[in-house]
């Protein structure tokens, strides 16, 4: 079965950092993989995919995520944090089988950004 | 382009109620989501549409959440009777089609069973 893992429930970070949300995947074939970033009473929005090619991805607001096929990992980063970012990221992985096209969702990290 | 749009947002209904949820999707947007998420959790699928017939459904709970897609546009998921456990917030996304790698979330509606 597919299914995603998101090891830190909260993430805090300095401004100014680098910051890195961890994603680690669990899929049978090729995995599609997303990250989606959701704000306080708001859905979720699109950040970055991975499909095929260079596993250095990049995204919306500086965001990028390294694809590491020897390890599943699909890690989030960013070079320089921003309060704004303050958010909660979702990483997600897309199933196959019957239910092509709907995403399975890691439970979530926390990312607080201090000034 | 207009994004997903979703009503209410927030409903607080008791126990053994009925409730109903209404998404309108992107225009032009063949397929459908509807995922409940739960608080502390990641959103989890209930059912899956491309136009107007149900792709999966597996993960609904036929016993007392139904939903339709009449004409292949909107849709609507409703809860009846509604239990505890069903307090959630309620996503309903669409993308192009079911190969369509990018879904667009609306805003959801946050549903309070007390």
């Known amino acids: 079965a597919q299914s995603v893992a998101q090891p830190e429930d909260q993430v805090n970070v300095a401004e100014g950092n680098p910051l890195t949300v961890k994603c680690t995947y669990s899929v049978s074939g090729n995995p599609y993989l997303f990250w989606y970033v959701q704000y306080p009473n708001r859905g979720l929005q699109f950040l970055l995919k991975?499909?095929?090619?260079?596993?250095l991805v990049k995204g919306s607001y500086g965001f990028e995520a390294e694809f590491n096929k020897s390890q599943t990992s699909f890690h989030l980063k960013k070079p320089s944090a921003l309060v704004s970012d303050s958010a909660l990221y979702f990483c997600?992985?897309?199933?196959?089988?019957?239910?092509?096209?709907?995403?399975?969702f890691g439970k979530g990290t926390k990312l607080s950004v201090k000034p | 382009e207009a994004g997903v749009a979703q009503s209410p947002r927030y409903k607080i209904i008791e126990k053994r109620q009925s409730v109903a949820f209404w998404c309108n999707p992107i225009?032009?947007?063949?397929?459908l989501y509807w995922y409940q998420q739960i608080l502390g959790q990641g959103p989890k699928l209930l059912i899956q549409f491309q136009n107007n017939g149900v792709v999966d459904d597996s993960q609904l709970p036929k016993d007392r959440f139904s939903a339709e897609r009449l004409k292949g546009v909107d849709s609507t998921l409703k809860i009846q009777p509604a239990k505890l456990e069903d307090s959630a917030v309620y996503l309903c996304?669409?993308?192009?089609?079911?190969?369509?790698?990018?879904?667009?979330f609306g805003p959801g509606t946050r549903l309070t069973v007390t």
């Open positions: 997600a992985v897309r199933a196959y089988g019957g239910s092509q096209g709907n995403l399975i």
């Open positions: 225009s032009g947007h063949a397929t």
């Open positions: 996304a669409s993308s192009l089609d079911h190969l369509s790698y990018e879904q667009y």
């Open positions: 991975y499909i095929t090619g260079d596993n």
